[in-house]
């Protein structure tokens, strides 16, 4: 396929970074990529990935690019912007890959300049792994990317939300486009609440003083396991976006913190149909997650387990 950017720069070599970067380079959608992090250690590291041309100064990665994404922990995206503000390119496209969109925007948007255009966006695509050595480049195919555009009435920002939701698509994604408070509700509900959840579990199993951190190891259960691989997630990411995304969280953990002591009561006083109701509910939404395409029926998740 022809290019659809001439120059990508992606500040940020995380697993989403790399991933990016690589998906570029094997789609054909940007002709070449620059990337920068902040970090020294990761900038050294992904000099051996083939991800593209590596820079020591974010505003050189950027320097005409007409596509710069920002790909570092959200907390860190607004001094992002700052720092590039005046070395963009005009009719730039400045976007970023960020779970939270509302602060986001508050951030970035104040050093966004007129001539460039900001077009907020969120691959839901990840693993548990971080860092450039864990990219990949189908980590997008089959899975959404969610633009939450600003209201700009430009007929120029427009063609730029239809050309970067045709970039990711070259990436294999299906792209949706979702206002920014909405977003937020929504991934508060199927991603960041769980992962709140993961990490308490994990870490309230290690701290009770009546089982063994060994028996916990030893003897975890598939339920369990599975809430590890989400806790072993990027914790500083994780941080950011909980802080970030406050608002939506905590409305969130309300309904759940009162759907679960309706379940606590439940059990003590042996309600079996409440339990019984409830599980059901969730086993269906389980299957219409396999039937869109979002997990694999195979048992225990198509894990491997010889």
């Known amino acids: 396929m022809s290019a659809l950017y001439e120059r990508l720069a992606i500040l940020g070599i995380g697993l989403i970074g790399s991933s990016l970067a690589r998906a570029a380079q094997a789609s054909g959608a940007a002709r070449s990529v620059a990337l920068y992090d902040a970090d020294a250690d990761v900038r050294a590291r992904a000099r051996g990935l083939e991800l593209g041309e590596i820079f020591e100064d974010a505003a050189a990665a950027v320097a005409g690019a007409d596509l710069v994404v920002l790909a570092m922990p959200v907390g860190a995206m607004g001094e992002a912007a700052r720092a590039i503000c005046d070395a963009l390119a005009p009719g730039a496209v400045l976007t970023d890959v960020g779970s939270v969109k509302g602060a986001v925007i508050e951030a970035v948007a104040p050093h966004a300049r007129d001539d460039v255009f900001f077009v907020p966006g969120h691959p839901i695509a990840g693993t548990e792994h971080s860092g450039p050595e864990a ?7 089959g899975r959404w990317h969610i633009l939450t555009p600003l209201k700009d009435a430009r007929a120029a920002y427009a063609d730029a939300v239809a050309r970067l939701g045709d970039f990711w698509r070259a990436l294999g994604a299906n792209v949706e486009f979702m206002a920014p408070a909405r977003h937020d509700v929504v991934l508060a509900v199927t991603s960041h609440l769980p992962h709140l959840i993961a990490y308490n579990i994990v870490a309230m199993a290690e701290d009770l003083e009546n089982v063994t951190e060994n028996e916990v ?17 990027d914790p500083v990411m994780w941080r950011d976006v909980f802080l970030s995304n406050r608002e939506a969280v905590l409305e969130v953990l309300g309904r759940f913190t009162e759907d679960l002591a309706a379940l606590q009561r439940a059990i003590r006083w042996g309600d079996g149909q409440v339990l019984f109701d409830t599980f059901e509910r969730a086993r269906r939404v389980r299957r219409e997650v396999i039937e869109a395409g979002q997990d694999t029926p195979a048992p225990n998740w198509g894990r491997d387990e010889t």
Do not use: E, M, Q
């Open 217 to 233: 190891v030893k003897y975890s259960a598939s339920g369990f396991r599975d809430f590890t691989r989400i806790a072993a997630s």
């Open 135 to 141: 990219g990949f480049a189908t980590l997008f195919r």
